[in-house]
């Protein structure tokens, strides 16, 4: 990184335990960076970070966030929306309690509630069957008998496509190890940006794993962008959805999707902590 470049605020995005959620640095005013810059921070600590911007169109929305991992730029997160959000509100930017972020898959609102409470919109969902799955069954390590049984392989996305991997027991979610090349290969092939895999758990939440196409690290500790896709596989529950992740990296996550109840698509929250 460059002398001059900005220190970012190093946050917990959906922690639900000791040592649990995923790292997010955020710089609160990322103007005079340029990309290069700004992925640079990503590779220097080795995580999503998110860029904190002037909008372009002061008309539709109060601010606008970038997004980077150490390889390349991204359309949208869900962890640093809602932490930088979180952070903007904390350092006293935010006035309302809403927020109307452009984002380069389109305008998405932070919602604040009372208790200090963040929650961030993502648009109706899509769906569709991969219908040969076997390319991301192997990168896995995985046959059709680990399938939940009647399940299907899926892409969904609310703005960047995952795909989805039903398995029956939640011991064989936790026990991966899959090749990062493999899972890139098979990702490129579908068109793709990770491999969700997850798995129905004993406590009412569902259980997954991250495994993104080509990030800079083998996995994610909590991936927003997934949950709210996984709502949409799973047929938008009117009751929500609790999602749990990082487990098997010993950082314990806890993402929630809900309908959003002023409109079409969904909203997705979690607790913010700051690291330092």
């Not at 991204?74 to 809403?98: D, N, S």
């Not at 990168?139 to 892409?155: C, I, K, M």
């Not at 090749?179 to 579908?190: F, G, N, Q």
């Not at 990296?249 to 809900?258: A, F, L, T």
Request: aromatic residues 4%; glycine residues 12%.
């Amino acid at each position: 990184m460059q002398p001059n470049t900005p220190s970012p605020i190093l946050l917990s995005v959906f922690p639900a335990g000791p040592g649990g959620g995923n790292p997010c640095p955020v710089v609160l005013d990322a103007c005079g960076m340029d990309a290069d810059a700004m992925r640079a921070v990503a590779a220097a600590h080795g995580h999503e970070s998110g860029f904190v911007l002037p909008p372009e169109d002061p008309a539709s929305a109060d601010i606008r966030f970038r997004f980077f991992v150490p390889e390349h730029e991204m359309e949208m997160c869900g962890h640093a929306t809602l932490g930088a959000a979180w952070l903007l509100r904390a350092h006293g930017r935010v006035a309302g309690p809403e927020l109307r972020i452009e984002t380069l898959s389109g305008l998405v609102r932070a919602i604040f509630g009372p208790d200090g409470a963040v929650e961030v919109t993502q648009p109706p969902g899509r769906v569709e069957a991969v219908e040969e799955p076997g390319a991301v069954l192997s990168a896995l390590g995985l046959t059709t008998a680990d399938l939940a049984p009647g399940a299907s392989v899926v892409n969904a996305a609310t703005s960047r496509v995952k795909t989805l991997v039903p398995l029956a027991a939640l011991a064989r979610l936790h026990a991966l190890a899959p090749d990062p090349a493999r899972v890139r290969a098979a990702c490129e092939a579908i068109g793709s940006t990770g491999l969700y895999p997850w798995a129905a758990g004993p406590d009412g939440a569902v259980h997954a794993r991250q495994f993104p196409r080509s990030s800079g690290y083998p996995e994610d500790a909590a991936t927003g962008i997934a949950a709210a896709a996984l709502f949409y596989g799973l047929g938008a529950p009117a009751g929500g959805l609790r999602v749990r992740q990082g487990e098997a990296m010993g950082r314990p996550s806890e993402i929630q999707v809900r309908p959003d109840p002023d409109g079409p698509g969904c909203r997705l929250g979690g607790r913010v902590e700051l690291l330092s």
